[in-house]
């Protein structure tokens, strides 16, 4: 999550910034979610949290409900996760931002914004223990009581690129 | 996505082999979810898909809604993207599986099994090229007309731990 993801839109989910295209969103929607626990992290507010998850070595806890505990059986063996959470304070509608620490606004899909038309995050952390229903883990930027939506293991093999490349991003302080 | 993701419970979703543990789904859900778009791979059968993604380099394309396509600007500048599509064949009430071609059951969140509460995939792909509202990708696995749910920029600063271990996994074959 770069700088961007802290843009907080939530205390306004209607103001488009110059530059900035918002669409109407469809009717209905497609399929559903749920939440299968919460993460715990030490920052309150949006402007609380580091830059992204490498700039912080906060041990956060991802709390997975009683139902679900079973499914990490196994997890212990793994060094690192992918974390997929839900973003419910972003507004969906947005498909051009200016995120206001860049000069240029860009497309969502080019941008880790938490707004977009699935508010989904990816982010990858170091998994430190395990303890019943929870896990702790370095590598987290999200806002506290964040939920959660899965638990992945990470594999270097097909997760890890280590030379890609984002253009529009060279060179800028992150 | 390793080789239990192949693990095709489209069939049959209620059956529970030896070791295998259900629970029962929550009564409601908590979050909704949009279509943004189709995966067009060719496979069109899950036993037809490569094994994982690397493991083939075929260029499968990658169709966004038109509402959506002027969310792709600046995209062009990605070396990869990291895609979440949704995995609308597979059951999610198993916590414990026991794949086919493993000899151990495994907690659901120590596998990338499409079958999960949350049956939402992350796969990391090259981009080839963006034609309007298309891109061509290359390290996809899965069948043709998946559903698309975001599109996002992989920052190898963030995205990549090449040193990342899958302890159950290692020195099996994938």
Same mark, same amino acid.
């Given at each position: 999550m770069s700088n961007a993801a802290k843009d907080d839109r939530s205390a306004d989910r209607t103001t488009v910034r110059e530059g900035e295209i918002a669409v109407e969103l469809p009717a209905t929607t497609d399929a559903a979610l749920y939440f299968i626990g919460r993460i715990r992290t030490p920052w309150h507010r949006r402007d609380e949290? =580091?830059?992204? @998850?490498?700039?912080s070595d906060a041990v956060c806890t991802v709390e997975v409900d009683p139902r679900w505990v079973? @499914? /990490?059986? @196994? /997890?212990? !063996? +793994?060094?690192h996760v992918l974390l997929l959470y839900w973003m419910d304070k972003a507004r969906r509608d947005l498909v051009v931002q200016a995120p206001r620490h860049y000069a240029e606004q860009r497309g969502t899909f080019a941008l880790r914004s938490p +707004?977009? =038309? !699935? =508010?989904i995050a990816a982010s990858v952390v170091r998994l430190v223990g395990i303890d019943g229903n929870k896990l702790s883990v370095i590598g987290l930027d999200c806002i506290d009581n964040t939920p959660l939506l899965d638990i992945k293991p990470y594999f270097a093999s097909t997760d *890890? +690129? =280590?030379? *890609? !490349? +984002?253009g529009w991003h060279a060179g800028r302080k992150r």
């Amino acid at each position: 999550m770069s700088n961007a993801a802290k843009d907080d839109r939530s205390a306004d989910r209607t103001t488009v910034r110059e530059g900035e295209i918002a669409v109407e969103l469809p009717a209905t929607t497609d399929a559903a979610l749920y939440f299968i626990g919460r993460i715990r992290t030490p920052w309150h507010r949006r402007d609380e949290c =580091p830059k992204n @998850g490498r700039e912080s070595d906060a041990v956060c806890t991802v709390e997975v409900d009683p139902r679900w505990v079973e @499914g /990490l059986r @196994g /997890l212990e !063996t +793994v060094s690192h996760v992918l974390l997929l959470y839900w973003m419910d304070k972003a507004r969906r509608d947005l498909v051009v931002q200016a995120p206001r620490h860049y000069a240029e606004q860009r497309g969502t899909f080019a941008l880790r914004s938490p +707004v977009r =038309p !699935t =508010p989904i995050a990816a982010s990858v952390v170091r998994l430190v223990g395990i303890d019943g229903n929870k896990l702790s883990v370095i590598g987290l930027d999200c806002i506290d009581n964040t939920p959660l939506l899965d638990i992945k293991p990470y594999f270097a093999s097909t997760d *890890a +690129v =280590p030379d *890609a !490349t +984002v253009g529009w991003h060279a060179g800028r302080k992150r």
